[in-house]
């Protein structure tokens, strides 16, 4: 890697305790080690129950660190504080995947968009400026900040849920499946405005989703996971186009293209690879 | 299972210990004014003193609780301190009574409640409406209202049944019947349509399940979907709704058997409150709570097999 | 803690009732709670009944120049009218000065019963709901033993240690009521503490303190006003129960003494029962009617102005002759449109003159975005729409008869629902929530072939063990005697098709059957309905949003938007040369072939995504 590291992960083990009152911990991630470069998106893939999701939730402090280290701008943060916390989400923000649920229907954009500002102190005319620059750089119209997330359909929330990332000018954006509840049209219009996020600011981010046509087409580099382990990662373009690992392999195989010729070799193709493997 | 009944037991016998610790303690705060109130204001302090210690109210409170858990668990519940009836003969005489009069509301309540509750939630319309504003009525109406109400309206003006029980330990059916019917439709009146609105509630939550809409795409009968399926999945929370309901009578039938008269426990309890005839109160809260505990563990061991996930594992 | 991916599009489909209205257009009238509580009647009457007796409680000393405790008993149960407005009780009291002065009692009583409730409740459901661990579990605990004690016995056995204080009853009242609010609360702060919002709020670095005070107080907000109303209400109930009993302070006024009293000579003068318990159930009934009024007032659920269309079940069902030359077509639409009545009146059209037929052997693919109508020009072709649902214009004919005739403007069941299973199958989006957890897979997949096809219950299981086999189900035998919880969700989901195909369907409406699977389970599930499709020769209308979908699956496609049908087409000529300007939207949008890292769409920064 040319740039400098943002981001590594090194030997994640992250255990969720069981259900019953004795019951063996239950391990979602074994070892997983990742690297950001600055101004750099990791794609992470992986089907449901692969632990993709988990990584992201265990870098931003969400979920519970067992093993290993994760270290952000060269300060381990595997164990932070909430207090290192509020320090740390200057540089290290979210966009959920559901921006029905993560936008609180009852306070109004404005106020949405304010609230990370004011933990760091930035109040009064200077958050509301804050606001307003933020609305325009997510394409939003400014009397937004008086409405509340009901008031807007999936698309413009997902862009609100940006914008809130943005206020801090962080580093590195977790991106949590941020287009997957989205329609096609939609997911093509904030797939676009988070490219143009990174070209002008140059951010970073964790790219988590299940569909590895989106990840082919944000990421410099993926990581694929499967079962709570990373198979294979490399250079976008290798790991989405030629991939090596046989899982990676099925996945792209498995995804369908919109043209029924090619579709139909592809699908013979995923049938072969299939057999091949059972052999 | 299995487990699951013996660890509901397990907490149900909690429940009762905690419980009769916590009323005996709260009774015996109040144990140094009992003998006085027996003998009446003329008593010597002599006298009093002498009956405190028959009582043996002059010993600490946890010796006396000592004595009373070490008696409970051989079922000897004190004596009354007026009559010298044992509590456990006291309540064995009036339980029957009380019991018939509860069980048979809350089978009333259960078909009806269920009946209205499932027409409601499928014809919708005005059977609907009909529920919902009875429900708001007999909610803001207090059980006695409607007690006094049915005796004036079908006693008095009406004299369609007798105001006053006339039952006594050698009764025959006939006499319970008629004495217990104008009680158990106030109490059945007063409980039905708030269960029939929650149980509509809970029949309209499963009736828009994604699965109804497959079964019927398969071309299973509404009939089938209704009473196999729906009323199936609907049933915990009816339950819920009806063992709440069962609680609230046993609150209810001490107001409405102060009402009509009937010598059951609810009468007990009152006369033993008013008087301070403290073991007998401690007899009837363990008496209601063991009855709880019981209807608890019917609800849940229904409910358990109506789950495949508990019923399997 | 597992990935959440690929959840299922908010679509028509999965909430056909919510579909209609909200969520699809930019703006929705804001009114306040408490407007729309003084507009309603309800809400109106018991604002006017509570403000009423609150009126009364402070102006007590006003309203009448008796004293509520002056006794004569030279003046003993007279009727209304004279120096006494509404006449004496038993020992010569005032029935009017009792009645005002006994409001303050009943009020005061409901007051303290509320805040003790709401004191205990509240916080111990705020912590035991955000923090759980052992606190919860105690919670939990005392709240079960305190909602399996009667109140009422509970409180005899109070009146017994400390004798007749309504304040002191009130107060364990309060504590007996807690476990309302407490569940209330821990509830609302559970489902609170899993929203993303809250864990945004995290990774900003908000505190606990100020995660709870302004992310989760303001949702339990209104269901606690809505549970005050309907303890204050209890809460008179009870007290005035007690004070019915006689086992309250005999020296206050109140209206359950009151009611005791009027019962205790009702052969004598029964018209004295009647204020008193008219003002008991007044007061109750005011709350209880807050409470309902509030409830609908937040969850905004206005009745639907427009009656439901009447079951048709029972009607008999006219034969009209399909159009000449028509016949043949498997299933024809014609001109199809469906609207939903709308809380503040009128109509909202969702399916908008819709033309369409498919053959046999035929698989058509519906395509769309959220909201374009697709789902719900499936739902009506099976006559499954909501009950609220209203066909506005247009046929539907199946297999040469009408299903669905000019001018009717529901679906006549009688017709459609013989064809259901037997004719026509169904295949749902989401697997899990379509099977009955209660019944095994095996009885929900066999019952139909009993009563649909006819088959002995042996029969059937053959046949359904046969079919789990052929939809590539690895041990049908234990598929068939499992329960829906104890199989993944792409072994439900061909469950459900084996479903759909049980009968021998001649029609298959399968909508969005793999949205909700992952892509591996996807192309799977995919290779079994084609295999069947091409050995049953039966016809496949798909319902969905996904391309590569269409492309894998379909001969003919229909493009929808907004309700209305765009373009329809060979599958060939819509994915290479698409005609309308949404569909070249809709396929600009593919990322499959884009260059990496490049802008999709010309207009992206308008910011005008639906």
Redesign the interface.
């Known amino acids: 890697m040319t740039t400098d590291t943002l981001l590594t992960v090194d030997d994640l083990v992250v255990e969720?305790p069981g259900k019953a009152m004795f019951a063996k911990p239950?391990r979602?991630l074994h070892g997983v080690s990742i690297e950001i470069g600055a101004g750099q998106t990791l794609g992470l893939v992986?089907?449901?129950?692969?632990?993709?999701?988990?990584l992201g939730?265990a870098v931003?402090?969400?979920?519970p660190v067992t093993q290993g280290t994760i270290t952000f701008d060269g300060q381990d943060i595997s164990h932070a504080s909430?207090?290192d916390?509020?320090?740390?989400?200057r540089h290290?923000?979210?966009v959920?995947?559901?921006p029905?649920?993560?936008?609180?229907p009852?306070?109004t954009v404005g106020d949405?968009l304010a609230?990370?500002l004011g933990?760091q102190g930035i109040t009064g005319t200077e958050a509301r400026a804050r606001v307003k620059e933020l609305l325009d750089r997510?394409?939003?119209?400014q009397d937004a900040m008086s409405r509340?997330p009901?008031?807007?359909?999936?698309?413009?929330r997902q862009?609100v849920?940006i914008a809130?990332a943005l206020a801090l000018r962080p580093k590195l954006i977790v991106c949590d499946?941020p287009v997957?509840?989205?329609?096609?049209?939609?997911?093509?219009?904030?797939?676009?405005?988070l490219?143009?996020i990174q070209q002008t600011t140059g951010v970073s981010y964790l790219f988590v989703?299940?569909?590895?046509?989106?990840v082919?087409?944000?990421?410099h580099r993926v990581a694929v996971m499967y079962q709570g382990e990373i198979v294979e990662q490399g250079e976008?373009?290798h790991v989405t186009e030629k991939p090596d690992h046989p899982y990676t392999q099925?996945?792209l195989?498995?995804?369908?293209?919109?043209?029924?010729?090619?579709?139909a070799a592809k699908?013979e193709a995923?049938r072969a690879h299939a057999a091949a493997q059972a052999a | 299972m299995l487990t699951m009944i013996l660890r509901r037991l397990a907490s149900g016998v909690a429940v009762l210990i905690v419980v009769a610790v916590l009323t005996f303690v709260l009774l015996n705060l109040s144990a140094g004014n009992v003998a006085r109130n027996i003998l009446g204001d003329q008593a010597t302090p002599d006298a009093v003193a002498a009956k405190n210690a028959e009582l043996g109210l002059d010993q600490p409170v946890l010796t006396r609780l000592g004595d009373w858990l070490s008696g409970a668990v051989h079922l000897d519940f004190g004596k009354s301190f007026f009559t010298n009836e044992p509590v456990f003969t006291a309540i064995g005489s009036r339980l029957p009574v009380t019991l018939a009069m509860v069980i048979a509301s809350i089978l009333l309540i259960a078909v009806f409640a269920t009946l209205l509750g499932m027409l409601a939630a499928v014809r919708r319309g005005w059977v609907d409406s009909a529920v919902q504003v009875l429900a708001i009525v007999g909610n803001s109406i207090p059980g006695f209202v409607i007690g006094v109400l049915l005796v004036w309206l079908l006693a008095i003006t009406w004299q369609v049944f007798n105001a006053v029980s006339n039952i006594s330990p050698g009764s025959g059916v006939q006499t319970w019947v008629g004495s217990l019917t104008l009680p158990v439709i106030a109490l059945v009146i007063n409980g039905l349509a708030s269960a029939a609105q929650q149980i509509r509630s809970a029949f309209i939550r499963q009736l828009d399940q994604d699965y109804v809409r497959t079964l019927r795409s398969r071309g299973i009968s509404e009939r089938e979907i209704l009473f196999k399926h729906v009323l199936r999945s609907a049933a915990p929370a009816g339950l819920t709704v009806l063992s709440l309901q069962f609680i609230g009578l046993l609150g209810g039938v001490v107001i409405i058997e102060s009402i009509f008269a009937i010598p059951g426990m609810g009468r007990l309890a009152v006369d033993a409150t008013t008087k301070g005839d403290l073991p007998i109160v401690m007899g009837v809260v363990i008496y209601t709570v063991v009855v709880v505990i019981v209807v608890n563990l019917i609800v849940d061991i229904i409910n358990g097999w109506l789950n495949p996930k508990v019923r399997v594992s | 803690?597992?990935?959440?991916?690929?959840?299922p599009?908010?679509d028509g489909g999965t909430a056909p009732a919510a579909a209609a209205p909200?969520?699809?257009s930019?703006?929705?009238l804001?009114s306040s709670p408490l407007r729309r509580l003084l507009k309603s009647p309800t809400g109106l009457i018991a604002l006017v009944i509570l403000a009423g007796v609150v009126l009364m409680a402070l102006l007590a000393p006003l309203l009448t120049s008796q004293d509520p405790n002056h006794a004569d008993l030279t003046a003993v149960l007279l009727p209304p009218g004279g120096d006494h407005l509404l006449g004496t009780d038993s020992a010569g009291r005032d029935i009017w000065a009792r009645l005002v002065f006994g409001s303050r009692l009943t009020l005061a009583a409901a007051a303290v019963a509320a805040v003790v409730a709401i004191a205990i409740g509240l916080p111990s459901g705020l912590v035991a709901g955000y923090y759980g661990g052992i606190f919860d579990g105690v919670a939990n605990w005392s709240t079960n033993v305190l909602m399996s004690l009667p109140a009422i016995i509970v409180l005899l056995a109070v009146r017994a240690a400390v004798g007749p204080s309504v304040w002191i009853s009130m107060v364990i009242f309060g504590v007996l009521l807690s476990p309302g609010y407490y569940r209330l609360t821990r509830t609302a702060v559970q489902s609170v503490r899993n929203?993303?919002?809250v864990?945004?709020?995290?990774?900003?670095?908000?505190?606990?303190g100020r995660i709870i005070s302004?992310?989760v107080l303001?949702?339990v907000r209104a269901p606690i006003i809505i549970q005050t109303a309907i303890v204050a209400g209890l809460s008179i109930t009870v007290a005035s129960s007690l004070d019915f009993l006689g086992l309250g302070d005999p020296t206050v006024p109140t209206w359950g003494v009151m009611v005791s009293d009027g019962f205790k000579n009702i052969y004598r003068q029964p018209i004295s029962l009647l204020w008193s318990s008219l003002a008991i159930t007044l007061v109750i009934g005011g709350f209880v009617l807050l409470g309902n009024a509030l409830r609908d007032s937040l969850e905004d659920l206005e009745k639907t102005k427009e009656k439901r269309a009447k079951p048709a079940g029972g009607r008999r069902a006219r034969p009209v002759a399909v159009e000449v030359g028509t016949e043949h077509h498997l299933l024809k639409v014609t001109d199809l449109q469906v609207a939903y009545p709308q809380p503040r009146g009128g109509r909202k059209v969702v399916v908008d003159g819709v033309s369409f037929h498919v053959d046999r052997d035929e698989v058509v693919g519906i395509v769309g975005?959220?909201g374009s109508g697709k789902s719900q020009t499936a739902f009506s072709i099976l006559g499954l729409l909501p009950d609220n649902a209203i066909l506005t214009r247009g046929a539907i004919q199946f297999d040469g008869a009408y299903t669905v005739a000019p001018g009717e403007d529901h679906v006549t069941q009688s017709r459609l629902a013989p064809l259901r299973g037997k004719r026509i199958g169904y295949i749902p989006q989401e697997p899990m929530s379509n099977l009955d957890p209660a019944f095994t897979i095996g009885a929900q997949l066999s019952r139909p072939m009993v009563t649909v096809m006819g088959l002995s219950k042996k029969a059937a299981k053959q046949r359904a063990l046969q079919l789990l086999a052929s939809v590539g189900i690895p041990d049908p035998n234990r598929t068939y005697h499992a329960y829906p919880h104890e199989v993944s969700g792409g072994m439900a989901q061909r469950v459900l098709i084996a479903g759909a195909i049980s009968c021998e369907p001649d029609l298959i409406i399968a909508d969005e059957p793999t949205t909700a699977l992952?892509?591996?389970v996807?192309?799977e599930v995919?290779?079994v309905m084609r295999e069947l499709q091409q050995r049953l020769k039966i016809g496949i209308i798909i319902v969905t949003?996904?391309?590569?979908?269409?492309?894998?699956m379909c001969d003919r496609v229909l493009v929808m938007q907004d309700g209305s049908l765009v373009e329809t087409g060979a599958?060939?000529q819509i994915?290479?040369a698409p005609q309308h300007p949404y569909t070249r939207?809709?396929?600009?949008?593919?990322?499959?072939?884009?260059t990496?890292?490049?802008?999709?769409?010309a207009d992206?920064?308008?910011?005008s995504?639906?």
């Open positions: 969720y239950f979602v992986g089907e449901s129950g692969s632990g993709k999701t988990t939730r931003l402090g969400l979920a909430r207090k916390r509020r320090a740390l989400s290290l923000q979210v959920f995947q559901d029905y649920t993560s936008l609180n009852s306070l949405i609230e990370p933990i997510v394409h939003l119209p509340v009901r008031e807007f359909s999936g698309g413009q862009r849920a809130r499946e997957s509840a989205l329609d096609l049209s939609t997911q093509a219009r904030v797939l676009d405005l490219l143009e989703s299940h569909d590895l046509d989106v082919r087409h944000v990421s976008a373009r099925r996945l195989l498995a995804s369908p293209v919109p043209d029924p010729d090619r579709q699908r995923r | 803690m597992t990935d959440s991916t690929s959840s599009r908010v909200s969520g699809q930019g703006h929705v804001r929203e993303l919002y864990d945004a709020a995290r990774v900003s670095g908000l505190s606990d302004r992310h303001s949702v975005e959220s992952d892509v591996t996807q192309a995919l290779d949003h996904n391309f590569g979908v269409v492309a894998d599958v060939r994915l290479h939207m809709l396929l600009s949008s593919m990322l499959e072939g884009k990496p890292m490049t802008h999709l769409l992206s920064t308008a910011g995504d639906r």
